[in-house]
């Protein structure tokens, strides 16, 4: 059974950080991308950064130079690490696979290629 599940969301102060980890199951992760989403109220879900099979990685232009994405197999978890955190960067956010992947095929930022989704972790970023 395929299962995605992220955790390290919560509140924090305007140029603040966090990380936040996504841990897989029914799959390995070199058998799919992953890629990190967020949504806010009101708005649409935005790709923020994804990990190919083969460990590349691809970003937003809205995280690049903040964002960092990153994966252990070992542990079957994918990070997004968060610096320079501000108001605007406050959502849900999601982490989802398109396994099965073809192997050594670039990711993309598209929410329809990617057809398993956890359940989010919320980021707040407010005084």
């Known amino acids: 059974q395929v299962q995605l599940v992220e955790s390290g969301g919560g509140l924090v102060q305007p140029g603040g950080s966090l990380r936040l980890s996504c841990v897989v199951s029914?799959?390995?992760?070199?058998?799919?991308?992953i890629a990190w989403f967020r949504q806010a109220p009101g708005k649409e879900r935005e790709g923020l950064s994804c990990?190919?099979?083969?460990?590349?990685?691809n970003y937003a232009d809205s995280a690049k130079g903040r964002f960092t994405i990153s994966r252990d197999n070992a542990k079957n978890t994918v990070y997004l690490q968060m610096n320079g955190l501000e108001p605007e960067d406050t959502a849900v956010y999601y982490c989802?696979?398109?396994?099965?992947?073809?192997?050594?095929?670039?990711?993309?930022?598209?929410?329809?290629?990617?057809?398993?989704r956890g359940q989010g972790t919320q980021v707040t970023v407010s005084d």
């Open positions: 990990i190919s099979t083969d460990g590349k990685t």
């Open positions: 029914g799959f390995t992760l070199d058998n799919s991308a």
């Open positions: 989802q696979s398109n396994y099965p992947a073809a192997r050594f095929r670039p990711c993309v930022l598209d929410r329809y290629e990617y057809h398993y």
